[in-house]
T-cell receptor
Framework: NAGVTQTPKFQVLKTGQSMTLQCAQDMNHEYMSWYRQDPGMGLRLIHY???????DQGEVPNGYNVSRSTTEDFPLRLLSAAPSQTSVYFC????????????FGPGTRLTVT | LAKTTQPISMDSYEGQEVNITCSHNNIATNDYITWYQQFPSQGPRFIIQGYKTKVTNEVASLFIPADRKSSTLSLPRVSLSDTAVYYCLPDSGGGADGLTFGKGTHLIIQP
């Protein structure tokens, strides 16, 4: 199993550009989630999904969209990048919350200039 | 969501036992407690999970008292490679529960 994969590993955007961060898992997990982590900070939940076709907002959803058309994929879209979105983004999956552990991807380091 | 409180940072030395305590005063009856470890530039990694009393695996032990208002992660005989940030998460199995990380405890191990 590849586990949780994220692409790209690094990305530089100009303010106002849009892009999609890709996340895929091959463990047939129901739950998937996106986090951002700023220097010296913990992880903040952006959006999450409890299954294909179902998504919900986390703590910091503004400026981001998600969709979950398949169990395996959970892309994160930045609609109009802003410097405040410079961060490291982690995707995670889990069999389900409650007695389940999350498996994290390697992260995408995004810089918005 | 159960709010957690952990020390921001801790220092110890190689070979010592380290105990990191997390307070979760309003933990729900159904909540499990999960601990993660995060190294720089990596995603968090699951360490251990428990509901009450004591749980032990090859990496750590987790102590949860009867009132379940706190939990203590115990790392035996730490090494330099245990320097990391440690997070505790209550998880009741609904919605965003179990997906909410605090700022964690930055553990620094010195020679």
């Amino acid at each position: 199993n590849a586990g949780v994969t994220q692409t790209p590993k690094f990305q530089v955007l100009k303010t106002g550009q849009s892009m999609t961060l890709q996340c895929a898992q091959d463990m047939n997990h129901e739950y998937m989630s996106w986090y951002r982590q700023d220097p010296g900070m913990g992880l903040r939940l952006i959006h999450y999904s409890v299954g294909a076709g179902i998504t919900d907002q986390g703590e910091v959803p503004n400026g981001y969209n998600v969709s979950r058309s398949t169990t395996e994929d959970f892309p994160l879209r930045l609609l109009s990048a802003a410097p405040s979105q410079t961060s490291v983004y982690f995707c995670a999956s889990s069999p389900g919350t409650g007695v389940g552990e999350q498996y994290f991807g390697p992260g995408t380091r995004l810089t918005v200039t | 969501l159960a709010k957690t409180t952990q020390p921001i940072s801790m220092d110890s030395y190689e070979g010592q036992e380290v105990n990191i305590t997390c307070s979760h005063n309003n933990i729900a009856t159904n909540d499990y407690i999960t601990w993660y470890q995060q190294f720089p530039s990596q995603g968090p990694r699951f360490i251990i999970q428990g509901y009450k009393t004591k749980v032990t695996n090859e990496v750590a032990s987790l102590f949860i008292p009867a009132d379940r208002k706190s939990s203590t992660l115990s790392l035996p005989r730490v090494s330099l490679s245990d320097t990391a940030v440690y997070y505790c998460l209550p998880d009741s199995g609904g919605g965003a529960d179990g997906l909410t990380f605090g700022k964690g405890t930055h553990l620094i191990i010195q020679p």
